[in-house]
């Protein structure tokens, strides 16, 4: 079985056919944070316009985390996101979760940048990640949109998060997640269709995935 494989690879590789989870999306460890930074200097965008059946999101890249913002627009500029892109687990009150399930992750981890204070507001765009790396190093392709739930003091207190921090006033007004504060990186914030994202999480599902795909197009601006 496994020389009927092997041959069947040779064929399509001399074919010139694509296989999902091609190489070149993948970066060498040690080279992650240094091409990562490369190329957000390279490339001047600061925007993101994720399009849906249920409307357009669009959304601010935050400048100090250079390297989240340096990935996603590597993977938006070299057509990472394919048709197949879609919303593949959402919660309501909670976030939606993207990527491309048609593909394998890339083959590295983009190194947590938790020192901005960025926190899970309403809105926040964050990096999903797996859970058996001590460093909560990023997942390169998969990313998530808060939505969140409304806050009062005394839950907030329950989280040790009191009047003088800074997430408290944002929080009580806005909203968001703060149980995933300080555990996955935020790199971005909505700046525009919020009650698109909240109708995303709304869809009928089962166990977190949506029963109707939601597909999206990713721009970069």
Not at 43 to 63: A, K
Not at 130 to 149: H, K, L, Q
Not at 187 to 206: D, L, M, P
Request: with cysteine; hydrophobic share 40%; net charge negative.
């Amino acid at each position: 079985m496994q020389m009927v494989r092997s041959a069947l690879l040779l064929i399509l590789l001399s074919a010139g056919v694509a296989l999902a989870g091609c190489s070149e999306f993948t970066i060498p460890d040690a080279m992650v944070a240094k091409e990562l930074s490369a190329f957000g200097m390279a490339n001047t965008e600061r925007h993101l316009r994720i399009s849906t059946h249920l409307g357009v999101v669009e959304i601010e890249l935050y400048d100090d985390t250079p390297l989240h913002r340096g990935n996603i627009l590597r993977l938006v500029k070299s057509g990472f996101y394919t048709s197949e892109s879609c919303f593949y687990r959402v919660k309501e009150n909670f976030m939606a979760q993207g990527g491309d399930p048609s593909r394998r992750e890339p083959d590295f981890l983009v190194p947590a940048e938790f020192a901005s204070g960025h926190f899970h507001r309403k809105g926040a765009l964050a990096a999903a990640r797996r859970d058996d790396n001590p460093g909560m190093a990023s997942n390169p392709a998969d990313f998530y949109i808060v939505t969140g739930e409304g806050w009062d003091s005394a839950s907030l207190a329950d989280l040790g998060i009191g009047p003088t921090d800074p997430r408290y006033a944002v929080y009580l007004k806005e909203g968001g997640y703060p149980y995933l504060d300080g555990k996955y990186t935020v790199f971005g914030q909505v700046t525009k269709g919020i009650e698109v994202v909240e109708a995303i999480t709304r869809q009928r599902t089962r166990e977190e995935k949506p029963l109707a795909p939601i597909l999206f197009t990713i721009e970069a601006y």
